[in-house]
């Protein structure tokens, strides 16, 4: 029970990686507030949760600051503080520059980078007032390194998410918030399942152990750096991703 008594907020709450990270949090004794802009997809993940009065759901959507100060309040109201934020809304429209529109950067950009920092400032308030708390923000491997096939728009936003956590690690270090990103390899689930199968087999041949990561995974990486485990680790960029890098 590493969470006890804890309060989170994940955005992005109807994917993969927001719901396995949900399901730990509850696990190890947090209330979760789920927010996404598909409210028929939150409505899916609390049900797949099951999780009773543990979870609670917001629409919103993380490019507008108000709709992450909606569910920031949400969180307050409903247990009284928020200590925990995982920044996980993300999209993906990867293609090669020549094809790729000004909207299908703006798209990108404005989701994955803009939405981590509207989630950030809208929980800081709170967590300040409440002597501290864990930004937890979920990057790519994509943002650190040149991957193939992967869309500059992408690889952008998530290299500007370990840029924001880094520096935002330092600022609010004096107020006991730490902020760390988690940089996950090629994940098993909706990003992968319509990829053609040699594409697959490519990915899974860059990593030492060869399989696809699990959205398990991450939500194991995501309990450590939200827990009091982690108090001194701050402006961190944890990779989660098989040994792609060795």
């Not at 996404?36 to 759901?57: E, I, S």
């Not at 790729?100 to 798209?107: E, F």
């Not at 869309?151 to 330092?170: E, F, I, P, Q, T």
């Not at 939500?219 to 098989?242: F, H, K, P, R």
Request: hydrophobic share 45%; net charge neutral; glycine share 10%.
């Amino acid at each position: 029970m590493r969470l006890k008594d804890k309060v989170a907020l994940v955005t992005g709450g109807g994917g993969d990686i927001a719901a396995a990270i949900a399901r730990r949090f509850v696990d190890e004794g947090a209330k979760v507030v789920l927010t996404d802009v598909d409210a028929a997809l939150l409505a899916a993940a609390q049900r797949t949760l099951a999780a009773g009065d543990a979870v609670t759901t917001v629409a919103g959507d993380v490019r507008r600051l108000e709709d992450m100060e909606r569910a920031a309040d949400a969180a307050e109201q409903a247990w009284g503080r928020l200590d925990i934020l995982v920044a996980c809304a993300g999209v993906i429209r990867h293609l090669p520059i020549d094809r790729m529109t000004l909207d299908d950067w703006r798209w990108v950009l404005d989701v994955n980078l803009t939405g981590t920092f509207t989630a950030c400032k809208a929980v800081v308030p709170k967590m300040r007032k409440a002597g501290g708390g864990r930004i937890v923000a979920i990057s790519s491997v994509g943002g650190r390194t040149g991957r193939p096939r992967v869309g500059v728009n992408y690889a952008a936003s998530k290299a500007g998410v370990d840029g924001l956590v880094m520096c935002l690690a330092r600022e609010l270090g004096t107020f006991n918030i730490t902020v760390n990103s988690i940089a996950p390899g090629p994940l098993a689930g909706r990003m992968t399942a319509s990829m053609p199968p040699e594409d697959v087999k490519r990915l899974i041949g860059t990593a030492c152990i060869e399989r696809l990561g699990r959205p398990d995974d991450i939500a194991n990486a995501a309990v450590y750096l939200a827990s009091d485990e982690a108090a001194w680790v701050t402006g961190e960029i944890l990779d989660v991703n098989g040994g792609v890098y060795i």
